[in-house]
């Protein structure tokens, strides 16, 4: 019954601003000092807090004010005195809905009359920027200029737009030596700030923050971000020794081990650090080989004439 009037009235204020009813038909006594009250109060503010008094133009013996509809999660709470205070403040959130539109009925036995109370929310700063991902994993070639792009990072913030949701990104850990930055700060754009060397590291893990910018209460998250260094070529077999010195007998037979050379390669396993040796000078009388070609093991194919050549 109750809730069945209330349906018919909302229409009713929505259509024309009604806002003496008699429920049971007749002329209502019962009338409200406006027809649409407003106040701003601070999204999530604490039980009992203030929001606005409501009031009939001349008060009834048995007077009762109470919520007709627009009370979500009992948001609100409305005293006898027609003193709106604020009930659930887990249910009074910015993010949700800015404002809040509730219907207060003021009742005298049986009969009501109804009033708006428009409440209008201020944002606080209640939530912190979000990356999209916790981890963002990426490669970089060694070697690229300064300044090269590696990657952007992007965060969101929920809540309204200005200070409470303007993110700087920084990077707070994985870059002591200053190799990266984030360049401008509130792009999120990483980029390189020194020369990146395979051969001294070969991966980095940054932890980089967002953080927003408000004013009482700053808010941050953090992600992960993997670069791994691709290695290029830019570094030559080294031979371990400038010079190596053997001694030979003449005529030692064809197949006649001589001596090993070694060389090491700073580059990463694989074909940037696959070394093969070759004789590219002295072996005009083609007596010795290098076999196989990737051991360095040099070794005689022909019988070695001291006449011919004595060094
Ligand atoms: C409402 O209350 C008045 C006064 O008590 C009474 O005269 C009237 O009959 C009631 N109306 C209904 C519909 O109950
Ligand atoms: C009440 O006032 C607010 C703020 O001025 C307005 O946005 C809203 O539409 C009004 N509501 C009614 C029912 O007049
Ligand atoms: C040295 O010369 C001989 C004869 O020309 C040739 O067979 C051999 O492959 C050469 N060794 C190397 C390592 O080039
Ligand atoms: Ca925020
Ligand atoms: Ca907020
Ligand atoms: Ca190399
Ligand atoms: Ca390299």
């Known amino acids: 019954m109750r809730y069945a009037n209330v349906v018919a009235v909302v ?44 009031a009939v133009t001349s008060v009834q013996p048995g007077l009762e004010f109470s919520f007709a ?4 999660n009992q948001a609100f709470s409305i005293n006898l005195q027609g003193l709106v205070t ?12 800015q404002h809040i539109s509730l219907i207060v009925a003021a ?9 708006t109370v428009w409440v209008s929310l201020q944002d606080i700063n209640d939530n912190p ?3 999209s991902q916790n981890k963002y994993v990426t490669e970089l070639y060694e070697r690229v200029p300064i300044n090269t792009y590696v990657m952007q990072v992007s965060a969101s913030d929920a809540d309204s737009i200005g200070p409470n949701s303007d993110i700087v ?3 707070i850990g994985g870059n ?10 509130k792009s999120g754009m990483i980029k390189t700030n020194l020369i990146v060397d395979y051969e001294v590291q070969d991966s980095y893990r940054l ?32 031979l371990s020794q400038n010079k190596y010195v053997k001694k030979l007998y003449e005529e030692v037979p064809i197949n006649t081990y001589v001596l090993q050379v070694s060389a090491s390669d700073a580059d990463s396993i694989g074909p940037n650090s696959d070394i093969v040796y070759r004789i590219i000078g002295g072996n005009e009388t083609g007596v010795f080989t290098i076999e196989p070609p990737k051991s360095g093991m040099i070794k005689t194919i022909a019988i070695v004439d001291y006449e011919v050549q004595d060094s």
């Open 69 to 72: 509809s627009g009370n979500t």
């Open 207 to 238: 932890v980089i923050e967002a953080r927003d910018d408000g004013k009482t209460l700053s808010l941050s998250s953090t992600c992960v971000v993997e670069i791994n260094i691709i290695d290029i070529n830019d570094n030559p077999p080294l």
């Open 169 to 171: 990104y920084r990077i």
């Open 176 to 185: 002591e030596k200053g190799v990266f930055t984030i360049d401008p700060p």
């Open 129 to 131: 920027p979000l990356f």
């Open 11 to 54: 229409l009713c204020l929505a259509m024309s601003d009604v806002v003496k009813i008699n429920v049971g038909g007749g002329t209502s006594q019962i009338q409200f000092t406006s027809t649409n009250y407003t106040s701003t109060i601070p999204e999530h503010s604490p039980p009992s807090t203030s929001v606005v008094k409501v």
């Open 107 to 115: 009742t005298v036995g049986n009969e009501s009359a109804y009033t």
């Open 86 to 97: 604020v009930s659930n403040t887990e249910a009074i959130d910015y993010e949700e809905s």
